[in-house]
């Protein structure tokens, strides 16, 4: 499975971007759709998550601010981030977790996508 991750930019703070991330390949279902960002000088981190039943999940500093979706007809997962700050510049990366038409699991990563915010 291949992820390809876009939207990425630099933006002012209080701005907005939205993500996407493409998967592409074999794939039966995605149970999960994820988006993780890594600052500099600083481990990854999971911002927020969402289930193939729309259960989601948002790392408390982004809660009220960034909302995930995902289309799951066309396997394309998202990330609208509202009212930017500059603690949110890092690599933003997506990851998708779930089952191939000949149901064995996959756990794949797209290429990360930069988001600048500037004060």
């Known amino acids: 499975v291949q992820l390809q991750a876009y939207g990425g930019g630099l933006v002012q703070a209080g701005g907005s971007l939205r993500l996407s991330c493409a998967a592409s390949g074999s794939i039966l279902i995605i149970d999960a759709m994820n988006w993780y960002r890594q600052a500099p000088g600083k481990e990854r981190e999971l911002v927020a998550s969402?289930?193939?039943?729309?259960?989601?999940y948002y790392a408390d500093s982004v809660k009220g601010r960034f909302t995930i979706s995902r289309d799951n007809a066309k396997n394309i997962g998202y990330l609208q981030m509202n009212s930017l700050s500059p603690d949110d510049t890092a690599v933003y990366y997506c990851n998708a977790r779930g089952k191939l038409i000949d149901w064995r699991d996959f756990d794949s990563w797209g290429q990360g996508t930069q988001v600048t915010v500037s004060s």
């Open positions: 969402m289930s193939s039943f729309g259960t989601t």
